[in-house]
């Protein structure tokens, strides 16, 4: 099993930016994928951003050249920094983690909230 944390979210006005944390433990050696998903009422939970273990990074097309996802294999972290936010991009966060034999685990979100 994994324990995912996040951390960082919050209000912001359009233009701005946040930086979303989030820390895994557990079978974290199991690992092969980590990143941000996003979710808003009425919607299936989307892609934003995630990181292989290879260094390979994909991005949802709203967000690309926007928002930049990191991890750091060390310390079992992947943190998203999100730049020209808008409202738009107000969801739901979770971050999301994959074990190498596909098993998917989510932390419990934090919102982001872009005001006009």
């Known amino acids: 099993q994994v324990k995912l944390v996040e951390s960082g979210g919050g209000l912001v006005q359009t233009g701005g930016s946040l930086r979303l944390s989030c820390a895994a433990s557990?079978?974290?050696?199991?690992?092969?994928?980590m990143g941000w998903y996003r979710q808003v009422p009425d919607k299936e939970r989307e892609l934003v951003a995630v990181l292989s273990s290879g260094g390979s990074a994909n991005y949802a097309d709203s967000v690309k050249g926007r928002f930049t996802v990191y991890g750091d294999n060390a310390e079992n972290t992947v943190d998203l920094q999100m730049n020209s936010l808008k409202p738009e991009d107000t969801a739901v966060y979770y971050c999301?983690?994959?074990?190498?034999?596909?098993?998917?685990?989510w932390g419990q979100g934090t919102l982001v909230a872009v005001s006009a």
């Open positions: 999301y983690s994959r074990l190498n034999w596909g098993s998917p685990y």
């Open positions: 557990g079978t974290v050696s199991s690992i092969n994928a």
